[in-house]
């Protein structure tokens, strides 16, 4: 076991210590949870939309979708569409004669887990449209509201207090997916982490300072959280 003075100067911020290492994997984990979070918003708000649309062929396709990447490890997801989704990418760029792109590694760590996210975003935010009280959406109609307008000003809000537990989340499930960018090569909080380990044989010490990093973005996401959740339902009368 390392001697305090030791374990306090393998995780300082300046070299030899590691800590800048992990600092820098925890601002990269978050910058990739932020990005995939936020796609696969979009993603689901719009996959949500389209399976309420009443389209037959949107909504099969879309189930076909959130079916396909529920069931498959996240793993097997990341790793498949980091490669093939590159591969496929620079062979269709060669058939249009162009040269082939090397795809960023964040980028495409922010797409592929956006992309999973969003299937996950469309259950939950089209289960909490369908909370919404039919008479809510019907009383906007008969006031003459458009459709953007009718989203904006009925069904955002009342959709928002239903989403939010499951919004919070995907959110702490993303910060952990993060996580698996390191098998295609991405620094982020666990990479770092192994790397510190390896070059130091001191892995119990880094993985407890990876651990607590994890647990300080859990308590702060709930506590911002909490303050959404209680923001979006002033007003509403307290189950508690």
Same mark, same amino acid.
Do not use: C
């Given at each position: ?9 393998l995780l ?21 949870s932020a ?65 082939? /792109?090397? #795809?960023?590694?964040?980028? +495409?760590? !922010? @797409? &592929?887990? *956006?992309?999973?996210?969003? =299937?996950?975003? $469309? ?48 959110? /702490?499930? #993303?910060?952990?997916?993060? +996580?698996? !960018? @390191? &098998?295609? *090569?991405?620094?982020?909080? =666990?990479?770092? $982490? ?47």
């Amino acid at each position: 076991m390392a001697s305090l003075d030791t374990m306090l100067q393998l995780l300082s911020p300046y070299p030899p210590g590691w800590g800048g290492t992990l600092l820098t994997g925890a601002a990269a984990t978050l910058a990739i949870s932020a990005g995939a979070y936020l796609i696969g918003i979009v993603i689901g708000m719009l996959g949500a939309l389209g399976k309420l649309s009443g389209n037959r062929v949107l909504e099969t396709v879309l189930n076909l979708y959130t079916t396909l990447i529920r069931s498959v490890p996240e793993l097997i997801l990341i790793v498949g569409l980091y490669y093939a989704g590159t591969d496929g990418l620079n062979r269709l760029l060669q058939l249009a004669g162009l040269p082939v /792109l090397e #795809v960023n590694g964040f980028i +495409a760590a !922010v @797409a &592929v887990l *956006g992309f999973v996210q969003g =299937a996950y975003m $469309t259950e939950v935010l089209r289960g909490a449209i369908m909370a919404i009280p039919n008479g809510q959406i019907e009383a906007a109609r008969a006031f003459g509201m458009s459709p953007l307008l009718r989203f904006r000003r009925v069904v955002l809000p009342a959709l928002l207090p239903n989403a939010l537990p499951g919004l919070s989340n995907l959110w /702490l499930a #993303v910060t952990k997916d993060s +996580a698996l !960018v @390191a &098998v295609v *090569g991405y620094q982020e909080l =666990a990479l770092a $982490t192994r790397l510190a380990g390896a070059s130091t044989k001191q892995y119990f010490l880094f993985l407890m300072a990876a651990a607590l990093m994890y647990l300080a973005i859990t308590l702060v996401s709930n506590f911002i959280f909490r303050q959404i959740e209680r923001h979006v339902r002033r007003g509403q009368p307290s189950l508690a």
